[in-house]
């Protein structure tokens, strides 16, 4: 049994359209579905946050009139009570997903909440884990991209990132981004490899330009191929993994896989290198080890009887007022 679905697609505002195939017996997620007030995906709720699997070609919220349908406005849809009047979009985002990728998005449902999520990222105890497939084969297993990255100001790409070296590149700052190979295959008959990605800095379409540096872009990604890798329905950048390590509730979430040939016809499996579960596992070890030799450091040298286990480094006026700015509307990642 077939059925055609229309599917748009924002980024570069195309229409395109799709035929899935429905076959016997299997329960099927559309996953190619176009985003729509109703089908807000929640992971996690409590009192203080709430965790959506964010839909692909949605942005988070919007100041435009025409663009009446955000992530923000499939929060008031399902959720009117949990509006915060204090604030000017009603829901307070712990960090920030690019328009075009989808996956874990946290919600801090009042002022306290997103405090405390805030310090979370501001000292980098955050682990997060993206899901990608790339153009090409990716020879080395597991590396770590290092490149700084800026503004781009030339004409036409202003909207754009860049590494460091590229004309009209503006203010690099150091990034890495751990990379590990999952399995080889195809995409719509070209090859591609399927990665997580580890971010170990927060800047501006991080994982886009790291990709594209090393001559591997994301598929589906239209900016950061110049243009030209227009007809995937949608870019494949998916935020896997979010932990969050609140004290008194900690969130480990992750988002359902929609890299998988039962949900998208034209990803064909060829060759497994490692399991998500495997890699997970092994990235998670391998943040708790860094955690530990951290807090080694902090207590060499240190008068006894006295914790530093939680110790945060001192917080410049610049980001005092930066705290400040995203506990009232969100965080500025």
Request: hydrophobic share 35%; charged share 20%.
């Amino acid at each position: 049994m077939q059925q055609s679905v229309f599917i748009a697609i924002t980024e570069h505002y195309l229409l395109y359209y799709m035929v899935l195939q429905f076959r016997p017996c299997v329960s099927w997620h559309v996953a190619m579905e176009a985003a729509s007030l109703e089908n807000l995906r929640v992971l996690y709720q409590s009192n203080d946050f709430i965790v959506v699997n964010k839909h692909w070609d949605i942005r988070i919220d919007s100041k435009m009139w025409y663009e009446k349908q955000t992530v923000q406005s499939q929060l008031r849809h399902r959720f009117p009570e949990l509006a915060d009047p204090e604030t000017y979009y009603g829901f307070r985002f712990c960090h920030q997903l690019d328009f075009s990728t989808s996956g874990a998005l946290c919600v801090a449902l009042n002022r306290a909440a997103a405090g405390q999520a805030y310090r979370c990222f501001k000292d980098r105890l955050v682990t997060k884990a993206y899901l990608a497939l790339v153009r090409g084969i990716l020879e080395r297993k597991r590396t770590t991209l290092d490149f700084a990255i800026g503004k781009n100001t030339s004409e036409g790409r202003t909207h754009m990132m860049c590494v460091e070296g590229t004309e009209g590149c503006e203010n690099p700052k150091p990034c890495q981004t751990v990379l590990t190979v999952l399995e080889y295959g195809s995409y719509d008959g070209d090859p591609v490899t399927k990665v997580l990605l580890q971010p170990l800095t927060g800047r501006t379409h991080q994982l886009r330009v790291h990709c594209s540096a090393i001559g591997h872009p994301i598929v589906g990604d239209f900016t950061y191929s110049l243009r030209t890798d227009s007809a995937p329905y949608r870019m494949m950048l998916h935020a896997y993994l979010l932990d969050v390590p609140l004290e008194g509730e900690p969130i480990h979430v992750t988002a359902p896989d929609p890299f998988l040939p039962t949900l998208d016809t034209k990803w064909v499996p060829q060759h497994l290198v490692q399991s998500l579960e495997g890699a997970l596992e092994s990235l998670l070890e391998s943040r708790g080890d860094q955690c530990d030799r951290e807090n080694d450091l902090k207590t060499m040298g240190e008068p006894p009887g006295k914790d530093v286990s939680r110790a945060s480094p001192l917080e410049t006026e610049e980001q005092s007022v930066q705290c400040q700015q995203w506990l009232c509307e969100w965080a500025l990642d």
